[in-house]
């Protein structure tokens, strides 16, 4: 069984930045692709990026594409996501999750990831 946790989330003014955490542990394998996902009141979780399991490549979608960076460190089980540039609409509560599939592709499908983490809230005031 693998835990996630999230951290880092708070209240930050439009224009600044955020770096939320996520920690693995239990059964932690680091072969395993990871992805930030985020869901705002009222709406559907929404995918925010991803990352494989060494670390090479990363996916984001578009709305967060050029203001938002993954990464991981993989000797201790943590992976990260750099919020920069932050809008009114990125507000909401930031999930990390971690797939058993293959870890050299990237995945963006909420059916494609096993492990979830209880989300860390991220509000932005405008």
């Known amino acids: 069984q693998v835990e996630l946790a999230e951290s880092g989330g708070g209240l930050v003014q439009t224009g600044g930045s955020l770096r939320l955490s996520c920690a693995a542990s239990g059964r932690t394998l680091n072969v395993y692709s990871m992805a930030w996902f985020r869901q705002a009141p009222g709406k559907e979780r929404e995918f925010v990026g991803c990352i494989s399991w060494t670390g090479a490549s990363t996916s984001y979608a578009d709305s967060v594409k050029g203001r938002f960076t993954i990464s991981r460190d993989n000797a201790k089980n943590m992976m990260y996501l750099q919020m920069n540039s932050l809008k009114p609409e990125d507000t909401g509560v930031y999930y990390c999750?971690?797939?058993?599939?293959?870890?050299?592709?990237?995945?963006?499908?909420?059916?494609?990831?096993?492990?979830w983490g209880q989300g860390t809230q991220v509000t932005v005031s405008s």
């Open positions: 999750a971690q797939s058993r599939l293959n870890g050299n592709r990237l995945y963006w499908a909420i059916g494609d990831f096993d492990y």
